[in-house]
């Protein structure tokens, strides 16, 4: 144990523990599996994981503020919906391939804007964002079953669908996407003063105040951005899909949850980080794949993953814990 | 001491008590007779909350023995110190607000009938004889979060008589009392010591302690200074034994040239905290506000720097009027707080040391979108050598740090900005003496250096020793102020009991 936090990489490894299991894992089924380790199957590993990927990318900024959002799942249906929906309107019949550009700018628009709000009721009210956005989850939800009436929808344009399918040079044009937003939110959350700010509001919000952050303002902003990506992976998925079903995202909110917890983001916030959140989704993404690969009934593969998240999070605690200092719960 | 006639209801027989860096008791050796009410003085940090947690087996001492009616014992935790006969009514009420007075009563200790279901009859039973007992008007089954206070001060109280009590520790009991509620409180504690209880009563007002007690040990650094009759002794005696000759800061007799006045706060209130203050503070000086937990010191500083809105009056800067609505605009205007309270409202814990000192300005050390790591080390490296950090490196996260280097980090942090005023609420607060010394030169320096600097502090001698000038503060209230040529302990022991000059002289 000494020796392992002693040299450089095994420092890492006891902050970033969802690496090592990855690792792990990975051996297992690449040895396990004959199909596993294939350079298609990690695409393939990378576009399923994508959509979790996205909102859990927004999701750890909300989080290390100390803050939550359970409303991703809703506003994935709904963005999904509009996408679909709207790039079918008789307005824009004639824009041919462009249609899709108000339908994706509509839908983006509605996840930031609702994010805005949870965040404006989380600053203003001071209710827990935990109570607020569960309050969104339910209406948005609602909201998305009112504005569909209940109906699925279908893309007329065929192009939508293949954009999801499609590729840039051999990778997926979805693993791509998520790639290429997993280093931008990294570089904000490491390199800027919004990054640093939002460590300090969730690791202590008081010496925030006293510090001179605007505290409201600067949750707003990371309610906004998990609301964006939420919106995001509901475009992809209905672009994979090639329509969207008021039912979409339906407990996304607790994978991604999970993801970003995997991932050592605490839930009491101040903790946190873009690289073991990439791990956390990563993880799940492997176990998925792996035992489906493996042919584990899907019920089982839940309970495994459900078993995994709390063996992590207790493997978590034994290795950062501080021997005798750590009070007696 | 004097000769025991009586079985002493509590003896503690050379009690030591170390934290890491600190010896909070240092053989600590008194008695409590039953049937008498015994105070126990000391200034901040003499030990007196140390002493009764290690009573009440909150704490564990390292060496010494206890003694409950001369029979040793060993206070395991809370629970078993009660069951020996020993009750501490805390300064924090530690009740459960949602349960009924008689739940919190015998919390832990429900009467029980068959199956484990509460016996409720014997429960409202039991707690209203005591009640009873104690004169309060209301009743067992009524919600203890309905209660004023000074009733949740009895349901404490009761809880003490549950069992049989042969020593009860009230822990500045009427801190936030009313004068009438007092007048109750005193009534019931006289009724206890004439059932035969010892008491100890911990307090810092001169009055309270000679209108009550029948003897008194002072506390000094952890040290028992002795005890003393209360009816043969004054207050100048128990002051000059609290506060002593022997403690090592010297009086700050420096002569420092003044600058032109950096902060003036005419007629400010706010609300019922304090009201019509008014001060100055110049450049190169520091002045010290003294005064007890609730004098409104903390308020003042507060108001000074955003966090509250004043009811009435005007801050002037550098002579010009200007308002402070936030953190942000006090920051703005070069006022700079470092609060009571490091860990809570001055460090995020789990950050490293150079992004703790650089948080209020980060916005300033940035490249284009990014913040400039070579720019926030330099600050880092500054301060580091400047007010002699120590730390391993500039990662290490400032939880890990001691007490008296998390302070010099906070320091830091609002020197880095550059404070046109800097206020320093409680400098050396958890800070060991060795370090206290640092800190204490450390903001004689800033002075020096042409900083406007206000310290609050609760420790007499650390105003004395740090400030040019000190005001001494009573219930919100401005009394005096001193220059530092003319301050003498007992006037300002007075200023802060609320005696004016007038009467003192």
Known sequence: ?329 | MTEQTQTPALRLDGIVKTFPGVRALDGVSFEVRAGEVHALLGENGAGKSTLMKVLAGMHQPNEGRIFIEEREVTMESPLHAKAQGVVLIHQELSLAEELTVAENVYLGELPRKRWGFVDWTTLNAKTNEILKRLNCNFDATTRVSDLSIAKKQMVEIARALTVDAKAVVFDEPTASLTDAEKVVLFDVIRDLRARGVGIVYISHRMDEIFTLSDRLSVLRDGNYRGTLVTAETDEDEVTRLMIGRSLSYERNHEHVELGEVALEVRGLSCGSLYHDVSFEVRRGEVVGFYGLVGAGRTEIAETLFGLRTPSAGTILLEGEEVRIDSPVDAIAQGISLVPESRKEQGLVLGMSCRDNITLPQIGDLTTGPFVSNGAEVAIYDMYRDRLDIRSPSWRQAVGNLSGGNQQKIVIGKWLAMKPRVLIVDEPTRGIDVGAKGEIHNLIRELAKSGYAVIVISSEMPEVLHVADRVIGMYQGEIIRTFDAGEVTEDSLVQAISGIRADKAA
């Open chain 1, 1 to 329: 144990m000494e020796r392992l936090k002693s040299n450089r990489a095994g420092k890492w490894l006891v902050q970033n523990p969802i690496w090592g299991f990855i690792v792990i894992i990975f051996v297992f089924f690449s040895l396990s599996n004959e199909y596993f380790f294939d350079m298609r199957n990690f695409q393939n590993i990378l576009v399923q994981t994508s959509t979790i990927g996205l909102i859990a990318l927004g999701m750890t900024l909300v989080m290390i503020n100390g803050n939550i959002d359970l409303s991703v799942g809703a506003v994935v249906a709904l963005a999904a919906s509009l996408m679909v929906d709207i790039q079918s309107w008789e307005a824009f019949s004639g824009w041919g391939n462009w249609q899709m550009l108000p339908a994706l700018l509509a839908a983006l628009a509605a996840g930031t804007a609702l994010g805005a709000l949870n965040g404006i009721i989380v600053w203003k009210t001071g209710v827990d964002a935990f109570i607020v956005t569960l309050g969104a989850m339910l209406g948005v939800r609602g909201l998305v079953f009112i504005y569909t009436e209940e109906q699925s929808f279908f893309a007329m344009n065929f192009t939508f669908s293949d954009i999801g399918m499609s590729s840039v040079g051999p990778v997926p044009s979805l693993a791509v996407l998520f790639l290429i937003a997993t280093v931008a939110v990294h570089i904000l959350l490491s390199r800027t003063v919004h990054g640093r700010n939002t460590y300090a509001v969730g690791g202590n919000r008081e010496a925030a105040v006293n510090a001179g952050i605007r505290v409201g303002p600067h949750m707003v902003v990371n309610f906004m951005i998990v609301g964006f990506f939420a919106a995001l992976a509901g475009v992809t998925l209905s672009s994979q899909m090639g329509a969207s079903t008021p039912n979409l995202g339906r407990e996304y909110e607790l994978w991604v949850i999970t993801a970003v917890v995997l991932g050592g983001t605490k839930l009491t916030g101040g903790a946190g980080s873009i690289i073991g959140t990439f791990g956390g989704v990563l993880a799940i993404g492997i176990l998925r794949n792996g035992m489906n690969l493996m042919q584990v009934p899907a019920f089982y593969v839940l309970v495994i993953l459900g078993s995994i998240l709390i063996a992590v999070l207790f493997l978590d605690k034994q290795l950062t814990r501080k021997g005798a200092e750590a009070l007696k719960t």
